[in-house]
C-alpha cells in the first residue's frame, strides 16, 4: 500500500473511500468474534471504539510506564516472523473457496485450477487493503513500579486518522489476573493480581478482573489467543517495509486511582498522562505487493506427438478491494507468454487470439480471453508455458499476476512395412541363376523418423554390407530406404525358391516396430517336346466384356515317343482340368497324336486393351523326361464412355472421412489418379496438422461394374482430418480417367456440425 507522511495525504479521495470499506468490512466481522465477558479474571479481548473515542478527556498518553514492546519468539529460533503467529484456519484470498474452514484439513483450500493448496490454510494479508485474522503473544513491559488495570489497545482499521489507536476501532485486552505464562528463553512468570491487598485509594478491590504488572514479573508474556479470538485487522503498510502496521496503546492506573475493572471497556487511564502509543507499532504478518490473479487452462491437456493447436483460456481478476482502484492492463505488453510471446497476436505458433489490451478490470472484475497455439514435441514430454498479467492500479501502482498450463505430449506408436521384390521372378532348370532382390523398408509412421537397426532374410542371413543395404539408417517421416542384394537360386524343375526379408525398426522413443515381406522365384523346365496351339473366338468386343471360347491344341511332335499330357493350365483360369470339354491325363501317340479342348469363360477389360492370357501344356514322354509347351490368344476390348461417383461422409471432429470412389461403367476398367479436398488437398498427404492420417493411396484400378456386391468395381479409404469450425463443409473430388484419355470428376462434400 502507498505509505502517507501526514494526515493531508490521508485525505485523499481514494483512501478514505477504502477506509470506509473496510470499516463497514470490520464492522461487520469483527463484531461477531467479540467474546462474552469472562468472569474469573483470566483476560479478556473484544472489539470496540478506541481509547480516546472510550474516554474523550485529550489524552497526552506523555507517559512511558507501561508498553507494548513487540511480538514474542514463541518458537525460540531468534527470528520474529510470521512462524510466530497463529493465523485463523480458513482459506485465504486467491483460493477458489476463500473463507471456508480449513482447521481440520489444510487441504480443504483449493486452487484456481481445483487442486489442493494447503499454503492458502489461514487469513494472512495477500495485498494491501486485505484483512488478516490472527493471534499473536505480546510483551507487554514496565519501565516504574507495579500498575493496575493494563488495557491494550490496537487500531485494525488502518489507522485512517493518522493518531494510532487513539480514535477508530480498536482490539481492547486486558491481562490476566491468574495463571501463569512461559517467557520464550522458557522461564515461567506469573500473571498479576494487586487489588486484593493494595493500600490507599480504593483498595481493596477483590471484585476488580482486569490484570496487573509489577517489577517481580515483568516483562509479562501474553498469549491473547488464550481469549479464543483472533485480532481481524486491515492489510497497511505505511512505511513501506512489507510489514503490518498495527497502532498500538497501553493504559494503566496507580493506587489510588485503581477503579473497579471488569471488562476492557474499563481499563481507561488513570489521568490524560497514564497511557502510552506507538503509531509505529507493527506485527511480523507480510504483506505482499498487490497482485492479479491469473488462472490459465489449456484444452485439451494432452495430444498426440508431433504435435497439435491447443486453445488457452486466461482469466485475469483484480483482486483488490478498492471499489475505485481499477487495474489497466498494459498496452502493448500486458499479456505475454514466457514460450508463445504477446498472446494478443497471431504471430509464430499462435494461430488464433481473442486477447487484446488494454484492457481496464474493476476491482473483483475479471477480464477471460483465449489464445490458440501449436504445441509441438516428442512423445512423453510435455511443455509448461506461463502467461503473465501487467497493468498499473489508478494509484500508479504496477501490478502483476501469472499462471501456467501443463500439456503433455503423448507417443504414437511408429509404423513400417517392408517389400521384397526379385528380377527376374522365374529361371530354367540346370546350373543356379542369379537374381536380384530388391528390398524396399517405408517408414509409415504419422509421428515420428524411424532407425532401422536390422535387415535380415531368412535364406540369406544378415544383408548389412551385402550388396548396398547397410544398416542402422535414418528413415524420415513419409520417406524409405531402399537397397539390393544378388543371390544365387537353384532348385528342380517346376520347383520355386520363396524367401522373407525382416525389417526392424524403432522411433526416438525407443519403441519398436517390426515387418516381413517376401519373394518367390520360380525354376522353369528347361525341355520342350510338344506344341501347344491356343485360339479364342471371337477375337474382338466391345467392353466391358462377353463370353470368349478359347481352343486348346495340343501336338506331340516326337517322332518316336508318346507324350502323357497330365498338366493343362491357363495363366489366367487355371488348372483346365475339367473346365469344359478339358481332361487329363491324355496320352497322344508319337508324330500324329493331337488332343483339342476348349473352354468358354467371360473375358473384361478396357476399351482398346489386349487381354492376353497364356496356356501351357506339361507332361512326359516314354522315358520319363518332362516335356511342356505354352501358347497364347489375343482379345482386343472396344470403348465405352466412362461413368463414375464418389460419395463422402464426415463422422467426427476429429474427422474420420469414408470415401468410396465407384466405377459407374459396365464397359471397362478405370483407373483412379487424385483425391483432392477443397479444404485438405490431397488426403493421400499425411501433415500432421490437418490431416492426421489416411489410408488413401493412388493411382488405384477399378474394375467394371459387373453389379455384383463386394465386388473391384470400388475404391474405398479412410482418412481423419481436424476440423475447427462449425458447421464445416468441405469436398472431395476424384480424378477417373479410362486408357483412351478420357476423365471425369466426381464430387461429394460432407458436412460435420458440432458445438
Same mark, same amino acid.
Given at each position: 500500500?502507498?505509505?502517507?507522511?501526514?494526515?493531508?495525504?490521508?485525505?485523499?479521495?481514494?483512501?478514505?473511500?477504502?477506509?470506509?470499506?473496510?470499516?463497514?468490512?470490520?464492522?461487520?466481522?469483527?463484531?461477531?468474534?467479540?467474546?462474552?465477558?469472562?468472569?474469573?479474571?483470566?483476560?479478556?479481548?473484544?472489539?470496540?471504539?478506541?481509547?480516546?473515542?472510550?474516554?474523550?478527556?485529550?489524552?497526552?498518553?506523555?507517559?512511558?510506564?507501561?508498553?507494548?514492546?513487540?511480538?514474542?519468539?514463541?518458537?525460540?529460533?531468534?527470528?520474529?516472523?510470521?512462524?510466530?503467529?497463529?493465523?485463523?484456519?480458513?482459506?485465504?484470498?486467491?483460493?477458489?473457496?476463500?473463507?471456508?474452514?480449513?482447521?481440520?484439513?489444510?487441504?480443504?483450500?483449493?486452487?484456481?485450477?481445483?487442486?489442493?493448496?494447503?499454503?492458502?490454510?489461514?487469513?494472512?494479508?495477500?495485498?494491501?487493503?486485505?484483512?488478516?485474522?490472527?493471534?499473536?503473544?505480546?510483551?507487554?513491559?514496565?519501565?516504574?513500579?507495579?500498575?493496575?488495570?493494563?488495557?491494550?489497545?490496537?487500531?485494525?482499521?488502518?489507522?485512517?486518522?493518522?493518531?494510532?489507536?487513539?480514535?477508530?476501532?480498536?482490539?481492547?485486552?486486558?491481562?490476566?489476573?491468574?495463571?501463569?505464562?512461559?517467557?520464550?528463553?522458557?522461564?515461567?512468570?506469573?500473571?498479576?493480581?494487586?487489588?486484593?491487598?493494595?493500600?490507599?485509594?480504593? +483498595?481493596?478491590?477483590?471484585?476488580?478482573? +482486569?490484570?496487573?504488572?509489577?517489577?517481580?514479573? &515483568?516483562?509479562?508474556?501474553?498469549?491473547?489467543?488464550?481469549?479464543?479470538?483472533?485480532?481481524?485487522?486491515?492489510?497497511?503498510?505505511?512505511?513501506?517495509?512489507?510489514?503490518?502496521?498495527?497502532?498500538?496503546?497501553?493504559?494503566?492506573?496507580?493506587?489510588?486511582?485503581?477503579?473497579?475493572?471488569?471488562?476492557?471497556?474499563?481499563?481507561?487511564?488513570?489521568?490524560?498522562?497514564? $497511557?502510552?502509543?506507538?503509531?509505529?507499532?507493527?506485527?511480523?504478518?507480510?504483506?505482499?505487493?498487490?497482485?492479479?490473479?491469473?488462472?490459465?487452462?489449456?484444452?485439451?491437456?494432452?495430444?498426440?506427438?508431433?504435435?497439435?493447436?491447443?486453445?488457452?483460456?486466461?482469466?485475469?481478476?483484480?483482486?483488490?478491494?478498492?471499489?475505485?482502484?481499477?487495474?489497466?492492463?498494459?498496452?502493448?505488453?500486458?499479456?505475454?507468454?514466457?514460450?508463445?510471446?504477446?498472446?494478443?497476436?497471431?504471430?509464430?505458433?499462435?494461430?488464433?487470439?481473442?486477447?487484446?489490451?488494454?484492457?481496464?478490470?474493476?476491482?473483483?472484475?475479471?477480464?477471460? +480471453?483465449?489464445?490458440?497455439?501449436?504445441?509441438?514435441?516428442?512423445?512423453?514430454?510435455?511443455?509448461?508455458?506461463?502467461?503473465?498479467?501487467?497493468?498499473?492500479?489508478?494509484?500508479?501502482?504496477?501490478?502483476?499476476?501469472?499462471?501456467?498450463?501443463?500439456?503433455?505430449?503423448?507417443?504414437?506408436?511408429?509404423?513400417?512395412?517392408?517389400?521384397?521384390? *526379385?528380377?527376374?521372378?522365374?529361371?530354367?532348370?540346370?546350373?543356379?541363376?542369379?537374381?536380384?532382390?530388391?528390398?524396399?523398408?517405408?517408414?509409415?509412421?504419422?509421428?515420428?523418423?524411424?532407425?532401422?537397426?536390422?535387415?535380415?532374410?531368412?535364406?540369406?542371413?544378415?544383408?548389412?554390407?551385402?550388396?548396398? +543395404?547397410?544398416?542402422?539408417?535414418?528413415?524420415?517421416?513419409?520417406?524409405?530406404?531402399?537397397?539390393?542384394?544378388?543371390?544365387?537360386?537353384?532348385?528342380?524343375?517346376?520347383?520355386?525358391?520363396?524367401?522373407?526379408?525382416?525389417?526392424?525398426?524403432?522411433?526416438?522413443?525407443?519403441?519398436?516396430?517390426?515387418?516381413?515381406?517376401?519373394?518367390?522365384?520360380?525354376?522353369?523346365?528347361?525341355?520342350?517336346?510338344?506344341?501347344?496351339?491356343?485360339?479364342?473366338?471371337?477375337?474382338?468386343?466391345?467392353?466391358?466384356?462377353?463370353?470368349?471360347?478359347?481352343?486348346?491344341?495340343?501336338?506331340?511332335?516326337?517322332?518316336?515317343?508318346?507324350?502323357?499330357?497330365?498338366?493343362?493350365?491357363?495363366?489366367?483360369?487355371?488348372?483346365?482340368?475339367?473346365?469344359?470339354?478339358?481332361?487329363?491325363?491324355?496320352?497322344?501317340?508319337?508324330?500324329?497324336?493331337?488332343?483339342?479342348?476348349?473352354?468358354?469363360?467371360?473375358?473384361?477389360?478396357?476399351?482398346?486393351?489386349?487381354?492376353?492370357?497364356?496356356?501351357?501344356?506339361?507332361?512326359?514322354?516314354?522315358?520319363?523326361?518332362?516335356?511342356?509347351?505354352?501358347?497364347?490368344?489375343?482379345?482386343?476390348?472396344?470403348?465405352?464412355?466412362?461413368?463414375?461417383?464418389?460419395?463422402?461422409?464426415?463422422?467426427?471432429?476429429?474427422?474420420?472421412?469414408?470415401?468410396?470412389?465407384?466405377?459407374?461403367?459396365? *464397359?471397362?476398367?478405370?483407373?483412379?489418379? *487424385?483425391? &483432392?479436398?477443397?479444404?485438405?488437398?490431397?488426403?493421400?498427404?499425411?501433415?500432421?496438422?490437418?490431416?492426421?492420417?489416411?489410408?488413401?493411396?493412388?493411382?488405384?484400378?477399378?474394375?467394371?461394374?459387373?453389379?455384383?456386391?463386394?465386388?473391384?468395381?470400388?475404391?474405398? $479409404?479412410?482418412?481423419?482430418?481436424?476440423?475447427?469450425?462449425?458447421?464445416?463443409? &468441405?469436398?472431395?473430388?476424384?480424378?477417373?480417367?479410362?486408357?483412351?484419355?478420357?476423365?471425369?470428376?466426381?464430387?461429394?462434400?460432407?458436412?460435420?456440425?458440432?458445438?
Amino acid at each position: 500500500m502507498k505509505r502517507y507522511a501526514n494526515l493531508a495525504q490521508l485525505q485523499d479521495t481514494r483512501y478514505w473511500l477504502l477506509i470506509a470499506a473496510i470499516l463497514c468490512l470490520l464492522a461487520g466481522a469483527l463484531t461477531g468474534t467479540s467474546q462474552a465477558l469472562a468472569q474469573d479474571g483470566t483476560g479478556d479481548t473484544i472489539i470496540d471504539s478506541c481509547m480516546d473515542d472510550l474516554f474523550p478527556g485529550n489524552l497526552g498518553c506523555t507517559a512511558n510506564d507501561v508498553r507494548v514492546s513487540g511480538v514474542a519468539d514463541v518458537t525460540g529460533d531468534g527470528i520474529v516472523n510470521e512462524a510466530d503467529i497463529t493465523f485463523e484456519p480458513v482459506c485465504d484470498v486467491g483460493a477458489s473457496n476463500a473463507g471456508a474452514d480449513c482447521s481440520l484439513d489444510p487441504n480443504t483450500c483449493l486452487d484456481g485450477n481445483g487442486n489442493a493448496a494447503p499454503a492458502l490454510c489461514g487469513d494472512k494479508c495477500a495485498f494491501p487493503g486485505d484483512t488478516t485474522s490472527f493471534a499473536a503473544t505480546f510483551e507487554v513491559l514496565l519501565s516504574a513500579q507495579e500498575r493496575y488495570d493494563i488495557g491494550l489497545y490496537f487500531g485494525v482499521d488502518g489507522d485512517p486518522n493518522g493518531d494510532g489507536a487513539l480514535t477508530g476501532i480498536c482490539s481492547i485486552s486486558t491481562l490476566p489476573e491468574v495463571g501463569s505464562f512461559t517467557r520464550p528463553d522458557g522461564t515461567s512468570g506469573d500473571f498479576v493480581d494487586l487489588d486484593t491487598d493494595c493500600n490507599g485509594g480504593k +483498595c481493596p478491590q477483590p471484585e476488580d478482573l +482486569c490484570g496487573d504488572i509489577d517489577n517481580a514479573n &515483568n516483562p509479562i508474556f501474553y498469549d491473547l489467543s488464550q481469549t479464543g479470538n483472533y485480532i481481524t485487522a486491515v492489510c497497511v503498510d505505511l512505511d513501506d517495509n512489507g510489514l503490518l502496521n498495527l497502532p498500538s496503546c497501553t493504559s494503566w492506573r496507580q493506587s489510588g486511582a485503581n477503579e473497579v475493572c471488569l471488562e476492557p471497556t474499563d481499563a481507561f487511564p488513570g489521568s490524560p498522562s497514564k $497511557c502510552n502509543c506507538d503509531p509505529d507499532f507493527e506485527v511480523p504478518i507480510n504483506i505482499p505487493p498487490a497482485e492479479l490473479l491469473v488462472v490459465k487452462t489449456a484444452t485439451p491437456v494432452t495430444v498426440n506427438e508431433p504435435g497439435a493447436a491447443v486453445k488457452f483460456d486466461v482469466a485475469v481478476t483484480n483482486t483488490g478491494i478498492d471499489p475505485n482502484n481499477d487495474v489497466t492492463l498494459d498496452d502493448p505488453n500486458g499479456l505475454l507468454d514466457d514460450i508463445y510471446g504477446d498472446i494478443t497476436q497471431v504471430q509464430g505458433d499462435i494461430v488464433s487470439t481473442t486477447c487484446s489490451v488494454p484492457q481496464t478490470i474493476t476491482p473483483g472484475g475479471t477480464y477471460t +480471453c483465449s489464445f490458440t497455439a501449436n504445441v509441438a514435441g516428442e512423445g512423453g514430454d510435455s511443455e509448461t508455458d506461463t502467461v503473465t498479467a501487467s497493468g498499473e492500479d489508478d494509484n500508479g501502482n504496477d501490478i502483476s499476476g501469472s499462471d501456467d498450463a501443463t500439456v503433455g505430449i503423448i507417443d504414437v506408436l511408429p509404423a513400417i512395412s517392408v517389400v521384397k521384390t *526379385a528380377t527376374p521372378t522365374s529361371v530354367k532348370e540346370g546350373a543356379g541363376k542369379l537374381v536380384t532382390f530388391m528390398v524396399v523398408v517405408n517408414n509409415d509412421s504419422v509421428a515420428d523418423a524411424l532407425t532401422l537397426t536390422s535387415l535380415t532374410d531368412d535364406i540369406h542371413g544378415n544383408l548389412n554390407g551385402r550388396g548396398d +543395404c547397410s544398416v542402422t539408417q535414418s528413415i524420415a517421416l513419409n520417406g524409405s530406404y531402399s537397397c539390393s542384394f544378388t543371390a544365387v537360386v537353384d532348385g528342380p524343375a517346376f520347383s520355386s525358391e520363396t524367401d522373407t526379408v525382416t525389417a526392424v525398426g524403432q522411433d526416438n522413443e525407443g519403441n519398436e516396430v517390426m515387418d516381413t515381406d517376401s519373394a518367390t522365384v520360380t525354376i522353369l523346365d528347361d525341355v520342350a517336346m510338344i506344341e501347344l496351339i491356343k485360339t479364342a473366338n471371337p477375337t474382338s468386343f466391345n467392353e466391358p466384356g462377353t463370353d470368349v471360347t478359347y481352343t486348346f491344341t495340343v501336338n506331340n511332335l516326337s517322332n518316336v515317343d508318346a507324350v502323357t499330357i497330365n498338366s493343362l493350365t491357363d495363366s489366367i483360369y487355371g488348372d483346365l482340368d475339367g473346365q469344359g470339354t478339358c481332361s487329363v491325363p491324355q496320352v497322344l501317340p508319337h508324330t500324329t497324336g493331337t488332343y483339342t479342348c476348349s473352354i468358354t469363360v467371360f473375358v473384361a477389360g478396357d476399351a482398346g486393351d489386349s487381354v492376353l492370357n497364356l496356356a501351357t501344356a506339361k507332361g512326359v514322354d516314354d522315358d520319363g523326361q518332362p516335356v511342356m509347351a505354352s501358347d497364347d490368344a489375343t482379345v482386343n476390348i472396344l470403348d465405352v464412355p466412362p461413368a463414375a461417383s464418389l460419395s463422402k461422409t464426415a463422422t467426427m471432429v476429429v474427422t474420420t472421412y469414408d470415401v468410396k470412389v465407384t466405377n459407374d461403367s459396365s *464397359a471397362e476398367a478405370l483407373s483412379l489418379d *487424385a483425391l &483432392n479436398d477443397d479444404q485438405f488437398g490431397d488426403i493421400t498427404i499425411i501433415d500432421g496438422v490437418t490431416i492426421l492420417s489416411s489410408t488413401c493411396f493412388v493411382p488405384q484400378t477399378l474394375e467394371p461394374n459387373d453389379g455384383l456386391p463386394g465386388g473391384l468395381d470400388e475404391y474405398t $479409404c479412410t482418412f481423419d482430418a481436424k476440423v475447427s469450425t462449425s458447421p464445416h463443409t &468441405n469436398i472431395l473430388t476424384g480424378t477417373v480417367s479410362d486408357n483412351e484419355g478420357g476423365a471425369v470428376t466426381p464430387s461429394d462434400s460432407a458436412t460435420v456440425t458440432f458445438e
